[in-house]
């Protein structure tokens, strides 16, 4: 693994598991290079309920980030909210109107807020390119 994912994505999100990270190389749901030639790796992670993407170096061996993600839509009050990190948020800054992001402790983003969703994207028809799921809920 890189210092990078020894010193900061360890520290960031403690709560990751080295097997997790090794699962998504060895038994990948999918890959794919980077423009860089870094490779990204997703596995599906029960324990997370959700999806893992690692990144290694370009040989497809050195561990360098590892996060998971989630989407969340509310239609009550018509917000699309962006999960990057289970830490909670102690900061936010309205971006533009209705979109905030979130961060935890060292300025460290872990989420991002679009409030009144529907007057800034398309909700009835979200795509999500590029990413595995192995479960999707729409209204």
């Known amino acids: 693994m890189t ?22 190389l060895e038994k990948p749901s999918r890959r794919e290079v980077q423009p860089d030639e ?11 309920g959700r999806y893992l993407r690692v990144v290694t170096l370009e040989y497809g061996v ?21 999960h ?4 909670p948020s102690v900061d936010s800054d309205e971006v ?5 992001l979130d ?7 872990v989420g991002i807020d679009i409030q009144h969703a529907s007057q800034h994207v398309d909700i009835e028809r979200l795509t999500v390119s590029r990413l595995p799921f192995r479960e999707m809920e729409a209204a």
Not at 38 to 48: F, G, H, N, S
Not at 103 to 109: G, M
Request: include cysteine; hydrophobic fraction near 40%; charge should be positive.
């Open 103 to 109: 961060f935890a402790e060292n300025r460290i983003l």
């Open 38 to 48: 870094r490779i990204r790796y997703w596995t599906y992670v029960p324990e997370l």
């Open 84 to 87: 990057l990190s289970e830490q």
């Open 62 to 82: 050195t561990l360098h980030n590892a996060f998971p993600m989630r989407l969340s839509y509310d239609p009550q009050t018509d917000s699309l909210y962006i």
């Open 3 to 24: 210092d990078y994912f020894r010193r900061d994505v360890l520290s960031k999100r403690p709560y990751l598991r080295l097997a997790w990270c090794l699962a998504a």
């Open 96 to 100: 533009a109107d209705g979109v905030v």
